[in-house]
Structure formats: structure tokens, C-alpha cells
């Protein structure tokens, strides 16, 4: 598996997941030649940054959209 040649800033947030959960299956699943790996994590810290600035541009735009009333999403499980 090679990293996507699409850019990170593209990706919808499914997209960009599914493509870090299978980098984290690869790196778990199969002995791989080290600078693989390592060109494998690398992408996978990129798309877990790029997908929690997302969720948080989410929560920041609900947060406006709901007012005042919404509950905080960190106590919520």
C-alpha cells in the first residue's frame, strides 16, 4: 500500500479516515520494508491531524450555529 497521491486538503473527513484506518491496519497487518513504514506513518500522522482539525472545525461550527444551549460535546461520551 502506498500512501494516496491525493492531496491531504482534498479529502472529504470519510475519505480521509478510511485511508488512515487502512494505513493502521498495513502497519499492523504486514512486515513491511522499513522506510515503507515509516512513509506509511508519516501520512497517517498527517490524515489523523487533518481529520481532528476537521472534527473541530465541525464542533466549532455547530457551537455557533446552536448558540448559547448546546451542551458540551467533551462531557458527552
Known sequence: MSPSSKKTEDLTYEKAFTELESIVAALEGESRPLDES????????VLAAYCSAL???????????????????EGQA
Not at 515509516?38 to 500522522?45: M, P, T
Open 55 to 73: 472534527l473541530e472545525k465541525a464542533e466549532l461550527k455547530v457551537r455557533q450555529l446552536s448558540g448559547d444551549g448546546l451542551t458540551d460535546f
Open 38 to 45: 515509516i512513509n506509511l506513518y508519516e501520512r497517517g500522522q
